[in-house]
């Protein structure tokens, strides 16, 4: 399995600011995703990372917003941008191990 | 698209009984269904997971259940403890689209001393 570590664990945010979530893995892995949950509710994708490519966004989330970089096989970061306080939540990052996916602890971030 | 209905929402039961967690999937080319435990502030936790090829796996306490022909698979936990207590996801996913997982909703899990 592998293991997912991210910073920062949480932060708390003034809108119109931008916060950049790291996420590094232990191993090389193909594929890195990131999803947003929020309090009590399941895990919504925002993107697919492929390293050497550009991220593939899900409906509703774009670029502009959410800005990812894939420089290598073990790290990741996503920006939130320009952020409002619609953006609180808990962000993820995951990647796959075989066809398992796994996941790093989450970053709480409030936006005030 | 796709779909993952889990249920229940909630569960609770005494400490020591059985707990069944059941999904509902949509996509019959679905070939590989992930159970995930998040513990409060913690990222989901792949506790067991189940191909297609085979209708049911067992690891310790958990057993995973999978009915193709009807579309669903199911968790099951025996002789609950204490440190069961969490939310509990479902996912369904193909695996040659990129390994994207389908979420269920979730349901907490609550063992009652």
């Known amino acids: 399995s592998a293991v997912i570590s991210q910073k920062p664990s949480r932060d708390i945010c003034q809108r119109g600011t931008s916060l950049t979530i790291q996420c590094q893995v232990d191993?090389?892995?193909?594929?890195m995703f990131w999803y947003r949950q929020q309090p009590g509710q399941s895990l919504t994708l925002i993107a697919t990372a492929n390293q050497g490519s550009e991220a593939t966004y899900e409906s509703g989330f774009v670029i502009d917003k959410f800005p990812i970089s894939r420089p290598n096989l073990t790290f990741s970061t996503l920006t939130v941008s320009n952020m409002s306080p619609e953006d609180s939540s808990i962000y993820l990052c995951?990647?796959?191990?075989?066809?398992?996916?796994?996941f790093g602890p989450g970053t709480r971030l409030t936006v005030l | 698209g796709e779909n993952v209905e889990q249920h229940p929402s909630t569960l609770s039961v005494q400490e020591g009984d059985s707990a069944v967690i059941k999904c509902t999937y949509s996509d019959s080319a679905s070939n590989y269904f992930p159970w995930y435990k998040q513990e409060l502030g913690k990222g989901p936790q792949l506790i067991i997971d189940?191909?297609?090829n085979v209708g049911e796996k067992k690891d310790q306490r958990i057993a995973v259940t999978l009915n193709k022909t009807a579309k669903h698979f199911s968790l099951h936990i025996t002789e609950t403890q204490p440190e069961d207590s969490a939310v509990y996801f479902c996912?369904?996913?193909?695996?040659?689209?990129?390994?994207?997982?389908?979420w269920g909703a979730g349901t907490k899990l609550i063992i009652k001393p």
């Open positions: 191993s090389q892995v193909t594929m």
């Open positions: 995951s990647a796959n191990g075989g066809n398992e996916q796994f």
């Open positions: 189940i191909r297609s």
């Open positions: 996912a369904a996913s193909r695996m040659d689209s990129n390994y994207q997982l389908i």
